[in-house]
């Protein structure tokens, strides 16, 4: 608008030069805005130099561009008025100076007069600011003197009028800034969220004017948090005592940080500092509430303590640290530990006492009283625990050992600790002890007896010793062996042997039960330790009976060169005992009990024999019928299984006039015949003695005479070398080698409570005795060469001692019956070789 007034202006002078109109002078007023309509601006009568009248005439009018005229000119008076209050803020805004033209124009002559009226201000218009309020956001922390521009307040005046100054309410954080071109806000001091959330300052302007005019606006300032504030732990360390082996999720402790920051910058995470990892691994942190827990084994033995540094790191980042000393506190959980150090076994038996077996180390994990241990072993065993420097104990012997008793031990060692409760751990130790060859075999008994059956077979087995030995292995392996010996002049050897592994007894050759009844081998029990060990058992090797021999007929001789007829009187009455058959049987026991029976007879019922004792005796008186010559068949039978049976042939003659005085004997009375008994028995013992005396002197006598005799032989002549007596000679010539190797004495025993003497059986004795060393020796040969020979020696032998027994028996009953009382008379072959050779 304003432009366009002045391209008006600018047009209408350039239309009055154009005319040749004369453009006079200019003139200026002013007038202050807000003035009332009608009032006075300016007179221009004086300046025109006119008067009324010819203003009047001259038609003077005022002319402005534009549309709207805030002039008049009052042509009367020449006083220019104002049509209309002027807002000079409206009417020119900012521009200065405000200046509103007019012309004066006047006709005859034309002339145009400027006019200029300047609007004056004044101060009607406070400063305003944009806003209301304005708010901040500023964060704390911000760096102090750190400025804050402010929008400046307006002021439609102008110059004094317009803002001259601002003031800000007073307050602890903020000045303005000093500078006159800009508003602005300076941190005077540090803002703090923590303090002062909010801060609300009144921010006026002043303008010049007077009165001095204010606006005023709120300056509202947040102070934005910053995570200006570290977390803080309670306590720097916690301190926490925990038993071992707790429970899992067991609460340790539980640490708690603060942070004043808000928000994020205020939550508050916690977790582990540079912990290791067996230390991350045993508790757990619960990130949120600060709890510590239980993860895994908490073990005083493997770690007695724990130094755990745990952060607390707030949103922002910032972070406190704190110490979590967890002390572990000893639980007894550790039972004694028993370590077998050394072991001697097998131990040997023969240990001196103290013998060190085992070396033990017992050890607890635990502490204090918990690992404080004792160690005790069963005070039944012959061990026993010595305690030994930093618990070492050693296991010795306290009592010799025999492995035969205890061939192993298993040791109980008892190891103890003082915590409460007491834990204990037993360890078996297991002691083997060997073998020393300590226990000689010993056999099953104290002797053997066998027995074994004659004629048996060569290689037979006898029976079996058997030893023991109560050690082990090689100290028990027994070997048997038969120690020398002699069974009859040979060796045991060639008797028996015997099997050094078995025992077993074997008989080399067959036994005859007449030559050897029994005999005595030593058997020797042998270990194989070292040194070995034996003992020695006797075996005695009984030979039993078999019934190998026929009865064997003594009497009546029955090879019939020079048969012996018995005499039987033909006056005798029934009952006449007429002679006795004799029989012997070599072998023992039942196999010789002999029983007689009568086989044939010349005239049957005449005679009977006894069963039992073999007595021929008359069964009837002999009549005149009966021939003179009887003879007799009496078969003679052993007991044996199978029996073995021989015969005798007997001859009997019947002759007149034969009178036999024990007939008459056995008439008489048996009182008398008791006195006369005796009687007759001292006189016949005193000629007996007699002649026993005679002919033991005939025979000294006659043996010195033979030495003698043999002494003088032997010097005069070389050449003859023959031993004393025929009879030797003799003999040579019969054995071709020798004489008699067995001879026997026979025992006749005579039984008691019978007139009628009885042989029971004849019995060998002693071997005969034999005067003549070299006699001896062909006997020990005969004996190996032949048996046969030596037996039938013996035979003859025996017939001729029967013979002599039995005429003997004949004497005494010619004698009288007191020679065959109640005794046993035992008739000695070997009272003299002189003696049995004279029956020959
Ligand atoms: C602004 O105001 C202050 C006090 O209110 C005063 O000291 C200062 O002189 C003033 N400045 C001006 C330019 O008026
Ligand atoms: C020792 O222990 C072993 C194994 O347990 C067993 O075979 C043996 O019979 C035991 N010996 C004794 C003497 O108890
Ligand atoms: C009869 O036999 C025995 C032995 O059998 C003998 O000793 C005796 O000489 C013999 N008698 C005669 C006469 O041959």
Same mark, same amino acid.
């Given at each position: 608008m304003?432009?366009?007034?002045l391209?008006?202006?600018?047009?209408?002078?350039?239309l009055?030069?154009?005319?040749?109109?004369?453009?006079?002078e200019?003139?200026?007023?002013?007038?202050?805005?807000?003035?009332?309509s009608?009032?006075?601006?300016?007179?221009?009568l004086?300046?025109?130099?006119?008067?009324?009248?010819?203003l009047?005439?001259?038609?003077?009018?005022?002319?402005s561009?534009g549309?709207?005229?805030?002039?008049?000119l009052?042509?009367?008076?020449g006083?220019?008025?104002?049509?209309?209050?002027?807002?000079?803020?409206v009417?020119?805004?900012?521009?200065?100076?405000?200046?509103?033209?007019?012309e004066?124009?006047?006709?005859?002559p034309?002339?145009?007069?400027?006019?200029?009226?300047?609007?004056?201000?004044?101060n009607?218009?406070?400063?305003?600011?944009?806003?209301k309020?304005?708010i901040?956001e500023?964060?704390?922390?911000?760096?102090?003197?750190?400025?804050f521009?402010?929008?400046?307040?307006? =002021?439609?005046?102008?110059?004094?009028?317009?803002?001259?100054?601002?003031?800000?309410?007073?307050?602890?954080?903020?000045?303005?800034?000093?500078g006159?071109?800009?508003?602005?806000?300076?941190?005077e001091?540090?803002l703090?969220?923590?303090?002062?959330a909010r801060?609300?300052?009144?921010?006026?302007?002043v303008?010049?004017g007077?009165?001095?005019?204010?606006?005023?606006?709120?300056?509202?300032i947040?102070?934005?948090?910053?995570?200006?504030?570290v977390?803080?732990?309670?306590?720097?360390?916690?301190?926490?005592k925990?038993m071992e082996?707790p429970?899992?999720?067991?609460?340790?402790?539980?640490?708690?940080?603060? $942070?004043?920051?808000?928000?994020?910058?205020?939550c508050?995470?916690?977790?582990?500092?540079?912990v290791?990892?067996?230390?991350?691994?045993?508790?757990?942190?619960?990130k949120?509430?600060?709890?510590?827990?239980?993860?895994?084994?908490?073990?005083?033995?493997?770690?007695?303590?724990?130094?755990?540094?745990?952060?607390?790191?707030?949103g922002?980042g910032?972070?406190?640290?704190?110490?979590?000393?967890?002390?572990?506190?000893?639980?007894?959980d550790?039972?004694?530990?028993?370590?077998?150090? *050394?072991?001697t076994?097998p131990l040997?038996?023969d240990?001196p006492?103290?013998?060190?077996?085992?070396?033990?180390?017992?050890t607890d994990? =635990?502490?204090?009283?918990?690992?404080?241990?004792?160690?005790?072993?069963?005070?039944?065993?012959?061990?026993?625990?010595?305690?030994?420097?930093?618990?070492?104990?050693?296991?010795?012997?306290?009592?010799?050992?025999?492995?035969?008793?205890?061939?192993?031990?298993?040791i109980?060692?008892?190891?103890t600790?003082r915590?409460s409760?007491?834990?204990?751990?037993?360890?078996i130790?297991n002691?083997?002890?060997?073998d020393?060859?300590?226990?000689?075999?010993?056999f099953?008994?104290?002797?053997?007896?066998?027995?074994i059956?004659?004629?048996?077979?060569?290689?037979?087995?006898?029976?079996?010793?058997h030893?023991?030995d109560?050690?082990?292995e090689q100290?028990a392996k027994?070997t048997?062996s038969?120690?020398?010996?002699?069974?009859? $002049?040979?060796?045991?050897?060639?008797?028996?042997?015997?099997? *050094?592994?078995?025992?077993?007894?074997?008989?080399i050759?067959s036994?005859?039960?007449?030559?050897?009844k =029994?005999?005595?081998?030593?058997?020797?029990?042998?270990?194989?330790?070292?040194?070995?060990?034996?003992?020695?058992v006797?075996?005695?090797?009984?030979?039993?009976?078999e019934n190998?021999?026929?009865?064997?007929?003594?009497?009546p001789?029955q090879n019939?060169?020079?048969?012996?007829n018995?005499?039987?009187?033909?006056?005798?009455?029934?009952?006449?005992?007429?002679?006795?058959v004799?029989?012997?049987?070599?072998?023992?026991?039942?196999?010789s009990?002999?029983?007689?029976?009568?086989?044939?007879? !010349?005239?049957?019922?005449?005679f009977?024999?006894?069963a039992q004792n073999?007595?021929?005796k008359?069964m009837?008186?002999?009549?005149?019928?009966?021939?003179?010559k009887?003879?007799?068949?009496?078969?003679?039978?052993?007991?044996?299984?199978?029996s073995? *049976?021989t015969?005798?042939?007997?001859?009997?003659?019947?002759?007149?006039?034969?009178?036999?005085?024990?007939?008459?004997?056995?008439?008489?009375?048996?009182?008398?015949?008791v006195?006369?008994?005796?009687?007759?028995? !001292?006189?016949?013992?005193v000629?007996?003695l007699?002649?026993?005396?005679?002919i033991?002197?005939?025979?000294?006598?006659?043996?010195?005479?033979?030495?003698?005799?043999?002494?003088?032989?032997?010097?005069?002549?070389?050449?003859l070398?023959?031993?004393?007596?025929?009879?030797?000679?003799e003999?040579c010539?019969i054995?071709?080698a020798?004489?008699?190797?067995?001879a026997?004495?026979?025992?006749?025993?005579?039984?008691?409570?019978?007139?009628?003497?009885?042989?029971?059986?004849?019995?060998?004795?002693?071997?005969?005795?034999?005067a003549?060393?070299s006699?001896?020796?062909?006997?020990?040969?005969? *004996?190996?060469?032949?048996? $046969?020979?030596?037996?039938?020696?013996?035979?003859?032998?025996l017939?001729?001692q029967?013979?002599?027994?039995?005429s003997?028996?004949?004497?005494a009953?010619?004698?009288?019956?007191?020679?065959?009382?109640?005794?046993?008379? !035992?008739?000695?072959?070997?009272?003299?070789?002189?003696?049995?050779l004279?029956?020959?």
């Amino acid at each position: 608008m304003q432009n366009s007034h002045l391209n008006r202006q600018v047009w209408a002078f350039s239309l009055y030069f154009c005319l040749g109109i004369v453009v006079c002078e200019s003139f200026h007023y002013s007038v202050p805005e807000e003035k009332k309509s009608g009032s006075l601006v300016a007179n221009v009568l004086k300046d025109l130099k006119l008067d009324v009248k010819e203003l009047v005439n001259r038609r003077a009018r005022l002319v402005s561009e534009g549309t709207k005229q805030y002039f008049q000119l009052d042509p009367q008076s020449g006083n220019v008025l104002l049509k209309d209050s002027i807002d000079r803020e409206v009417l020119c805004g900012q521009k200065d100076p405000c200046v509103l033209l007019s012309e004066i124009v006047l006709e005859n002559p034309l002339q145009v007069h400027r006019m200029e009226v300047e609007i004056e201000d004044v101060n009607d218009n406070s400063p305003q600011f944009f806003k209301k309020e304005f708010i901040f956001e500023i964060p704390e922390q911000t760096p102090l003197s750190t400025r804050f521009p402010l929008e400046k307040a307006q =002021d439609w005046d102008k110059g004094e009028n317009a803002v001259q100054n601002y003031t800000l309410s007073p307050n602890d954080h903020f000045r303005l800034g000093d500078g006159s071109k800009n508003v602005e806000l300076v941190l005077e001091k540090q803002l703090d969220h923590e303090e002062n959330a909010r801060l609300i300052l009144i921010l006026s302007a002043v303008d010049g004017g007077t009165p001095k005019r204010t606006g005023t606006t709120n300056i509202i300032i947040d102070v934005l948090d910053n995570n200006d504030n570290v977390p803080q732990f309670g306590h720097s360390v916690y301190k926490v005592k925990l038993m071992e082996n707790p429970q899992q999720n067991t609460l340790v402790t539980k640490v708690k940080a603060t $942070d004043r920051d808000l928000g994020s910058n205020g939550c508050i995470t916690y977790s582990f500092s540079q912990v290791p990892e067996h230390v991350s691994k045993a508790f757990n942190l619960n990130k949120h509430t600060g709890e510590l827990t239980v993860a895994g084994t908490i073990d005083y033995e493997k770690e007695i303590s724990y130094e755990i540094n745990v952060k607390a790191t707030d949103g922002g980042g910032l972070s406190d640290y704190c110490k979590v000393i967890v002390e572990v506190e000893d639980r007894n959980d550790n039972a004694p530990d028993v370590t077998l150090t *050394s072991l001697t076994s097998p131990l040997p038996e023969d240990s001196p006492l103290d013998t060190v077996v085992a070396l033990l180390r017992v050890t607890d994990r =635990d502490s204090g009283d918990n690992g404080r241990t004792s160690c005790t072993t069963e005070a039944t065993l012959p061990f026993v625990l010595k305690v030994s420097v930093n618990n070492y104990y050693q296991l010795v012997t306290q009592q010799f050992l025999d492995r035969e008793k205890a061939s192993e031990y298993n040791i109980t060692i008892t190891a103890t600790d003082r915590g409460s409760p007491r834990l204990i751990s037993i360890r078996i130790i297991n002691v083997q002890i060997s073998d020393i060859n300590d226990n000689a075999p010993a056999f099953e008994k104290s002797t053997y007896q066998m027995q074994i059956r004659e004629n048996n077979i060569p290689g037979l087995l006898i029976g079996l010793v058997h030893a023991d030995d109560e050690d082990t292995e090689q100290n028990a392996k027994v070997t048997y062996s038969l120690l020398p010996g002699k069974v009859s $002049d040979q060796p045991v050897s060639s008797y028996v042997s015997i099997n *050094s592994e078995t025992g077993n007894l074997y008989a080399i050759r067959s036994l005859d039960y007449e030559q050897v009844k =029994d005999f005595q081998v030593t058997v020797r029990a042998v270990d194989s330790g070292s040194p070995p060990l034996s003992s020695e058992v006797m075996v005695l090797l009984v030979v039993m009976d078999e019934n190998d021999n026929a009865p064997f007929i003594l009497y009546p001789l029955q090879n019939g060169t020079s048969p012996s007829n018995d005499l039987v009187p033909r006056g005798a009455e029934a009952g006449y005992l007429v002679t006795k058959v004799v029989a012997v049987d070599r072998d023992y026991g039942q196999n010789s009990w002999l029983s007689y029976e009568l086989l044939k007879a !010349t005239e049957p019922g005449l005679f009977s024999v006894g069963a039992q004792n073999g007595e021929v005796k008359t069964m009837r008186p002999i009549n005149k019928r009966d021939s003179f010559k009887q003879k007799l068949i009496i078969g003679v039978r052993d007991n044996g299984h199978p029996s073995q *049976s021989t015969s005798a042939t007997l001859s009997i003659l019947l002759v007149d006039g034969f009178s036999d005085p024990y007939m008459k004997i056995v008439d008489t009375p048996k009182e008398e015949v008791v006195e006369e008994e005796d009687r007759n028995l !001292t006189l016949y013992l005193v000629i007996c003695l007699a002649v026993i005396s005679f002919i033991f002197l005939v025979s000294v006598l006659v043996f010195i005479a033979i030495k003698i005799q043999k002494r003088r032989k032997f010097i005069e002549s070389s050449t003859l070398n023959f031993p004393v007596g025929s009879n030797f000679q003799e003999n040579c010539g019969i054995g071709g080698a020798g004489t008699l190797a067995q001879a026997y004495n026979y025992e006749v025993c005579l039984a008691g409570g019978s007139l009628n003497s009885e042989f029971r059986f004849l019995r060998p004795l002693f071997p005969v005795f034999s005067a003549d060393p070299s006699h001896l020796l062909r006997d020990s040969r005969i *004996s190996a060469g032949s048996e $046969d020979l030596s037996s039938h020696q013996a035979e003859s032998q025996l017939i001729s001692q029967a013979r002599g027994a039995v005429s003997e028996d004949s004497a005494a009953r010619s004698g009288g019956p007191g020679c065959a009382g109640n005794q046993a008379i !035992t008739a000695n072959a070997n009272i003299g070789q002189n003696d049995w050779l004279s029956y020959q």
